[in-house]
């Protein structure tokens, strides 16, 4: 039971008393000796607000395709309601980008599809918060790190390596930067005959 105090009052959060209405709020009675029903007073506080809480925080990171686009979803309760909004790690507000980057009025932040000409780092790869605030107080997510993947044709090399004749030699698949984080090796071949698989560099 938590109870506040004063000269005048007394405030008992002890819901089972006798002084508590069936709901669950508190109430303020008047503690003055004088039993006269015009000098009692009561006043009733809603005891049901809470500050901001994630119901569904964003995911640490959010890679997608150039042309497809993507929806990253930030959920929110809180009484009184919240209001939700988004940062960027330097504490910037994200604000909407035409044609680019929208943020729907439940909270959820739109990348939009676009093309390569249209790549900018400051909304394609960059570090996104979801922030909520109401009159308890204010939250922030976690980083969630946003990357666009490029949508465009590539090819692997593998580079000839000298080794002398009785000792290992080593060589390795080569992979464009661009797509080296999406792309998995799944085997080598001398002619047709499979020699290794699942990884980026074979030993013969």
């Avoid at 002084?19 to 005891?47: A, E, F, M, P, R």
């Avoid at 990171?61 to 940062?87: E, M, Q």
């Avoid at 990357?147 to 060589?171: C, D, F, K, L, W």
């Amino acid at each position: 039971m938590r109870t506040y105090s004063s000269s005048n009052y007394a405030i008992s959060g002890e819901t089972q008393s006798s002084s508590s209405s069936s709901s669950g709020n508190v109430v303020i009675s008047s503690s003055s000796s004088s039993t006269s029903s015009s000098d009692l007073q009561s006043t009733t506080i809603t005891s049901n607000r809470s500050g901001p809480r994630f119901l569904l925080e964003p995911p640490t990171k959010v890679h997608f395709l150039n042309d497809s686009g993507t929806v990253i979803t930030c959920k929110v309760a809180g009484i009184p309601p919240v209001r939700i909004w988004w940062s960027l790690s330097d504490g910037t507000t994200v604000s909407d980008v035409h044609g680019l980057r929208h943020v729907r009025p439940n909270g959820d932040l739109v990348i939009s599809p676009f093309s390569p000409s249209m790549f900018r780092q400051d909304i394609h790869a960059t570090i996104y918060r979801c922030m909520a605030t109401n009159s308890i107080g204010t939250i922030r997510s976690r980083n969630c790190e946003v990357r666009a993947v490029i949508q465009q044709p590539y090819s692997v090399q593998v580079y000839g390596e000298y080794a002398i004749a009785g000792n290992t030699g080593h060589m390795k698949c080569q992979i464009p930067a661009f797509v080296r984080d999406y792309v998995k090796v799944t085997a080598w071949l001398k002619g047709d005959a499979i020699v290794a698989t699942k990884s980026e560099s074979i030993r013969i």
